[in-house]
């Protein structure tokens, strides 16, 4: 069995934002050469989330109104500036696991890997990938 880490630095233009991750992280899998094991997505980010879920817009519209009801930007918070930002991301975590099997990630017919800013600003983000398997 082989650890292989790598990292990749993302540019998002604020909140919210859906970055598909999935052909990077497909292509690390390949560089790697691993065909059993697993990958491990995280975004070392107070406010970055990381989903699986179909990339397809009325459904990211969906999230994004979901993540509006239960933390909304003008809500009353005692966190100055981004709160909310902080909150929607306290809902999802900053991290999947994805199997690879005969080389490919596991993911569904409509499964994605995305990363989704959730602060008010551009942002550089960094997003770690942990490949382990033989």
Known sequence: MNIYNETLTISTNGEIEFV???DKVQK???KHGVKDGFAHVFTPHSTGIIILTEQESGLL???EALLEK???KKGHYIHPSNAHSHLRSVLMPPDKTVPIIDGRLALGTWQSLIFVETDVSPRRRTVIVQIIGS
Do not use: E, S
């Open 61 to 63: 519209q969906d999230i």
């Open 28 to 30: 690390l899998v390949a």
């Open 70 to 72: 239960l933390a909304p």
């Open 20 to 22: 598909d991750l999935t």
